[in-house]
C-alpha cells in the first residue's frame, strides 16, 4: 500500500500533465486558424492567402504560410502581416495575409496556414495560374455569384465545392453581398454581427482555401464604411494603380477581369467621392484607363476577353426598386440606374467589354447582347456568333435571408433572353431554384456559359459564344 506522500509525489506530474494538455487545447481553441482563402495577384508565380484568429490572438503570434509541392514535404515557409485591429459593431477577428511569391506556373502546391509556436491548420491545396497568356491545358473555368448568406445557401456552397473536387474551377468570384451579416443587426436577432461573418467565411473555406475567391462589394458590406470588407478580403488593387480595395483589374488565362464597386457613390454625397461612377471621380477615371488598356491589348492579340462584374445589374426585369421598375425615382436604385449605369454602359461598350456579370437581384436573368436598350444577335439563345455588344449575366440566387419571391414585369423585355426566378413556380419554396454561374474559355474565340439549380445540379441555361 503506498503512503500518502508516495500518492502525492505520482499526482503532482500526473496534475502537471493535465495542465499542460489543458493549456494546449486552450491555446489551439483560441489560435486555431479558421476562414481560410485565396486571392489572386496581377502576378502569376504570386497567391495571396489569408485567414483569420480569434481577437484576442496573443501579440507573439506570428502567422505562417508552409508550402511545397509535395504533402509530405512543406519545405518552405513564408511569414505574413495582420490587419489593424479594428471594430464594427463587435471586435473583428485578427485577419492575417500572407503573399506567396515566385510559384511555379500550372502546378499544384500543398500548404498549411497557422503559427509555429500556436500550431498550424490541416493540409489544404491550390493549382498556380498557367503560362503567361495561355488558357492552359483544360482552357480557363470559373464559378460566379452574388448575393450569399448563411440561410438558403448550402446547396450552392455543396455544389460549387463538387466543382471544385472534381478540378472543374480555377476560381470563384462573389459579386458583392457576402453574409448578410448586417441584416441580423437591423432585425435585433441577438447575433454578433462578427459572428455571422465568421460562420460565412467557415463556411465557404472548402471552395475559398482550394481556389481563389475573388469578390467586390455589395450594399450589404456598407456597415462602419466597409471596414469588413476592406480588411477581409484583400484583393489586387495595389497592382492596377486603385487606390481603394473597392475596385480593382488583373489577368489571367488572356482574360483581363475588372472589378468596380457600384456602392460608395450611393452613400457619401460629396460628388468626387473616390469610389464614385461617375464623370471626373476617381473611380471612373481609374476605369476608363484599364478600359483602355485591355482595349489595346485585345487588339494586339496580348488577351482575347474582358469580362466587368459589379454588384449591381444594369439591366434586369423583376418587379421590384433594385431593376427601376416603379417607384424608385426617389431612392439610391435611380441614382444607379439613370446616372451611373449611362456612364460605364457608354464606356463598356466603347472598349469592347465582352461581359458584365452582377447580382443584387435575388433571381437569374441572361441579356442577349445588348447596348442602350437594343438587343443584338437575338435568335438562337444557346448559340451567340459573333456578338455586335456586350452580354449581362445576373446571378444573385445562391441563397440567403432575403426575400427573393420576385415577379416579373410583363411583358418580358426585348433585350432579355430568360429569367429564372429563385423560388419555386408556385412561390411556395425559397429558393428552390438557387444557383450559380459557370463559364469554361477555351480559346480566342469560343466561350461557354451554364448555370446549375446547385439543389439538383440541374443545368438551367447555357449557351455557346463564338467571336
Given at each position: 500500500?503506498?503512503?500518502?506522500?508516495?500518492?502525492?509525489?505520482v499526482?503532482?506530474?500526473?496534475?502537471?500533465?493535465?495542465l499542460?494538455?489543458?493549456?494546449?487545447?486552450?491555446?489551439?481553441a483560441l489560435?486555431h486558424?479558421?476562414?481560410?482563402?485565396l486571392?489572386?495577384?496581377?502576378?502569376?508565380?504570386?497567391?495571396?492567402?489569408?485567414?483569420?484568429?480569434?481577437?484576442?490572438?496573443a501579440?507573439?503570434?506570428v502567422?505562417?504560410?508552409?508550402y511545397?509541392?509535395?504533402?509530405?514535404?512543406l519545405a518552405?515557409?513564408?511569414?505574413?502581416?495582420?490587419?489593424?485591429s479594428?471594430?464594427?459593431?463587435n471586435?473583428?477577428?485578427?485577419?492575417h495575409?500572407?503573399?506567396l511569391?515566385?510559384?511555379?506556373?500550372?502546378?499544384?502546391?500543398?500548404y498549411?496556414?497557422?503559427?509555429?509556436?500556436?500550431?498550424?491548420?490541416k493540409?489544404f491545396?491550390?493549382?498556380?495560374?498557367?503560362?503567361k497568356?495561355?488558357?492552359?491545358?483544360?482552357?480557363?473555368?470559373?464559378?460566379?455569384?452574388?448575393?450569399m448568406?448563411?440561410?438558403?445557401s448550402?446547396?450552392?456552397?455543396?455544389?460549387?465545392?463538387?466543382?471544385?473536387?472534381?478540378?472543374?474551377?480555377?476560381?470563384?468570384?462573389?459579386?458583392?453581398?457576402?453574409?448578410?451579416?448586417?441584416?441580423?443587426?437591423?432585425e435585433?436577432?441577438?447575433t454578433s454581427?462578427q459572428?455571422?461573418?465568421?460562420?460565412?467565411y467557415?463556411m465557404?473555406?472548402p471552395?475559398?482555401?482550394?481556389?481563389?475567391?475573388?469578390?467586390?462589394?455589395?450594399?450589404?458590406e456598407?456597415l462602419?464604411?466597409?471596414?469588413d470588407?476592406?480588411?477581409?478580403?484583400?484583393?489586387?488593387?495595389k497592382?492596377?494603380?486603385?487606390?481603394?480595395?473597392?475596385?480593382?483589374?488583373?489577368?489571367?488565362?488572356?482574360?483581363?477581369?475588372?472589378?468596380?464597386?457600384?456602392?460608395?457613390?450611393?452613400?457619401?454625397?460629396?460628388?468626387?467621392?473616390?469610389?464614385?461612377?461617375d464623370?471626373?471621380?476617381?473611380?471612373?477615371?481609374?476605369?476608363?484607363?484599364?478600359?483602355?488598356?485591355?482595349?489595346?491589348m485585345?487588339?494586339?492579340?496580348?488577351?482575347?476577353?474582358?469580362?466587368?462584374?459589379g454588384?449591381?445589374?444594369?439591366?434586369?426585369s423583376?418587379?421590384?426598386?433594385g431593376?427601376?421598375w416603379?417607384?424608385?425615382e426617389?431612392?439610391?436604385?435611380?441614382?444607379w440606374?439613370?446616372?451611373?449605369?449611362e456612364?460605364?454602359?457608354?464606356?463598356?461598350?466603347?472598349?469592347?467589354?465582352?461581359?458584365?456579370l452582377?447580382?443584387?437581384?435575388h433571381?437569374?436573368?441572361?441579356?442577349?447582347?445588348?447596348?442602350?436598350?437594343?438587343?443584338?444577335?437575338?435568335?438562337n439563345?444557346?448559340?451567340?456568333?459573333?456578338?455586335q455588344?456586350?452580354m449581362?449575366?445576373?446571378?444573385?440566387?445562391p441563397?440567403?435571408?432575403?426575400?427573393?419571391?420576385?415577379?416579373?414585369?410583363?411583358?418580358?423585355?426585348?433585350?432579355s433572353?430568360?429569367?429564372?426566378?429563385s423560388w419555386?413556380?408556385?412561390?411556395?419554396?425559397?429558393?428552390?431554384?438557387a444557383g450559380?454561374?459557370y463559364?469554361q474559355?477555351f480559346?480566342?474565340?469560343?466561350?461557354?456559359?451554364?448555370?446549375?439549380?446547385?439543389r439538383t445540379?440541374e443545368?438551367?441555361?447555357?449557351?455557346w459564344l463564338?467571336?
Amino acid at each position: 500500500v503506498k503512503s500518502p506522500s508516495q500518492i502525492d509525489r505520482v499526482r503532482k506530474p500526473m496534475k502537471s500533465v493535465l495542465l499542460l494538455v489543458i493549456f494546449f487545447n486552450l491555446g489551439w481553441a483560441l489560435y486555431h486558424p479558421d476562414q481560410i482563402r485565396l486571392a489572386w495577384t496581377e502576378n502569376i508565380g504570386d497567391m495571396m492567402i489569408t485567414w483569420n484568429t480569434v481577437n484576442t490572438t496573443a501579440n507573439d503570434y506570428v502567422g505562417v504560410v508552409k508550402y511545397g509541392t509535395s504533402s509530405s514535404e512543406l519545405a518552405t515557409s513564408a511569414p505574413g502581416f495582420n490587419e489593424p485591429s479594428y471594430t464594427c459593431f463587435n471586435k473583428a477577428p485578427i485577419i492575417h495575409h500572407v503573399l506567396l511569391k515566385g510559384l511555379k506556373e500550372a502546378t499544384t502546391y500543398y500548404y498549411c496556414v497557422g503559427s509555429e509556436k500556436y500550431g498550424f491548420s490541416k493540409i489544404f491545396t491550390f493549382e498556380t495560374q498557367p503560362t503567361k497568356n495561355t488558357y492552359g491545358s483544360k482552357g480557363f473555368r470559373f464559378g460566379f455569384y452574388g448575393d450569399m448568406g448563411i440561410d438558403y445557401s448550402n446547396f450552392t456552397i455543396n455544389r460549387v465545392a463538387e466543382f471544385v473536387d472534381a478540378g472543374k474551377l480555377d476560381a470563384v468570384f462573389h459579386i458583392g453581398d457576402i453574409s448578410y451579416a448586417d441584416d441580423r443587426v437591423h432585425e435585433n436577432k441577438g447575433t454578433s454581427y462578427q459572428d455571422i461573418l465568421n460562420k460565412f467565411y467557415n463556411m465557404i473555406e472548402p471552395i475559398s482555401a482550394r481556389v481563389p475567391y475573388m469578390t467586390t462589394p455589395g450594399n450589404h458590406e456598407r456597415l462602419c464604411d466597409f471596414a469588413d470588407y476592406k480588411a477581409r478580403n484583400l484583393m489586387p488593387y495595389k497592382t492596377s494603380d486603385s487606390k481603394t480595395p473597392m475596385y480593382y483589374s488583373f489577368q489571367t488565362h488572356r482574360v483581363y477581369f475588372i472589378g468596380i464597386s457600384t456602392e460608395q457613390h450611393l452613400q457619401d454625397p460629396n460628388p468626387h467621392h473616390e469610389e464614385y461612377l461617375d464623370h471626373a471621380s476617381p473611380q471612373y477615371e481609374w476605369l476608363v484607363k484599364e478600359l483602355k488598356q485591355a482595349s489595346e491589348m485585345k487588339a494586339n492579340g496580348e488577351i482575347d476577353w474582358i469580362i466587368a462584374y459589379g454588384h449591381r445589374p444594369m439591366y434586369c426585369s423583376f418587379k421590384w426598386s433594385g431593376c427601376c421598375w416603379g417607384e424608385c425615382e426617389s431612392n439610391d436604385y435611380h441614382l444607379w440606374k439613370n446616372k451611373i449605369t449611362e456612364n460605364i454602359e457608354e464606356v463598356f461598350h466603347e472598349h469592347g467589354v465582352d461581359f458584365y456579370l452582377c447580382g443584387h437581384t435575388h433571381t437569374y436573368e441572361r441579356t442577349w447582347p445588348v447596348y442602350k436598350n437594343k438587343a443584338f444577335n437575338t435568335g438562337n439563345r444557346h448559340s451567340i456568333e459573333k456578338p455586335q455588344a456586350m452580354m449581362e449575366i445576373m446571378a444573385g440566387a445562391p441563397g440567403d435571408m432575403e426575400d427573393g419571391n420576385l415577379k416579373f414585369i410583363d411583358p418580358q423585355p426585348a433585350w432579355s433572353t430568360l429569367r429564372i426566378s429563385s423560388w419555386n413556380e408556385a412561390h411556395t419554396i425559397p429558393f428552390e431554384n438557387a444557383g450559380f454561374g459557370y463559364f469554361q474559355f477555351f480559346n480566342a474565340s469560343c466561350a461557354r456559359f451554364e448555370y446549375y439549380k446547385a439543389r439538383t445540379g440541374e443545368l438551367l441555361d447555357e449557351f455557346w459564344l463564338t467571336k
